[in-house]
């Protein structure tokens, strides 16, 4: 069965600090694997990885897969209040044409 | 930037009624519509997917006649939760994925929050 899992579930911090969250996975057939901010609503799309080692990078945030060890790493550094939200992590499926989500990770920014 | 929307945001019912939710692609032609479900502080989990002009795929354990769905045209795929019960309540999520997107390109609506009493 695929399975991807994220940890920690759950992060408070205070403004400022710099926060990494991981995610791991075992799937029968890896195409890409797939990072999206969960506020409110709906999710929003970060990253998308398909090459290990290469570090994505957007503003304070980026992102850096490992296809060896199965898992993916989001770093947010100089963390704001307007960066909490759920933070989600997604692998695509060779051939499946689907999404399998993990927990997500509920981070919390502190003033 | 691609656009999806849901209707409606919130919808209550009644127990055994049938409730419809509408998913749009507003500004890109969506060939294939996902259907999530996420109870609180879950993830989302697949329920099934639709391409246009075809019989969507459910993912194990949904039931596919309680859980309709309908992908009519390239802008537009329903779910309908029919006889819905209050295990049924929880949040539906659709996202889009154009003809050029890869499967990981999923634009998102704004989520349905259904609550059946």
């Known amino acids: 069965e695929d399975k991807v899992v994220q940890s920690p579930l759950s992060l408070v911090v205070h403004e400022g600090d710099t926060v990494t969250l991981n995610c791991s996975y075992e799937v029968t057939n890896f195409r890409s694997l797939l990072w999206y901010k969960q506020e409110k609503k709906a999710p929003t799309f970060l990253f998308m990885l398909?090459?290990?080692?290469i570090e994505k990078k957007s503003g304070r945030l980026s992102s850096i897969l490992d296809k060896k060890e199965l898992f993916s790493i989001l770093n947010i550094t100089a963390t704001q209040t307007g960066d909490s939200a759920i933070y989600l992590c997604?692998?695509?499926?060779?051939?499946?044409?689907?999404?399998?989500f993990g927990q997500g990770t509920r981070l919390t920014i502190n003033p | 930037g691609a656009v999806v929307s849901q209707h409606p945001s919130w919808v209550i019912c009644k127990s055994g009624t049938s409730v419809k939710i509408e998913c749009r692609s507003l500004?890109?032609?969506?060939?294939?519509m996902f259907w999530y479900r996420q109870f609180p502080k879950q993830s989302l989990m697949l329920m099934a997917t639709s391409n246009e002009g075809s019989k969507a795929t459910y993912e194990q354990g949904v039931e596919k006649d309680k859980f309709l769905i309908n992908h009519a045209s390239l802008t537009l795929s329903t779910l309908t939760v029919t006889s819905a019960h209050p295990e049924d309540s929880s949040f539906y999520i659709c996202?889009?994925?154009?003809?050029?997107?890869?499967?990981?390109?999923?634009?998102f609506g704004p989520g349905t929050r259904l609550t059946v009493l």
């Open positions: 996202s889009a994925r154009g003809t050029s997107g890869f499967v990981g390109e999923q634009f």
């Open positions: 398909t090459s290990s080692g």
């Open positions: 997604a692998v695509e499926i060779q051939g499946a044409q689907k999404l399998v």
């Open positions: 500004d890109f032609q969506a060939t294939t």
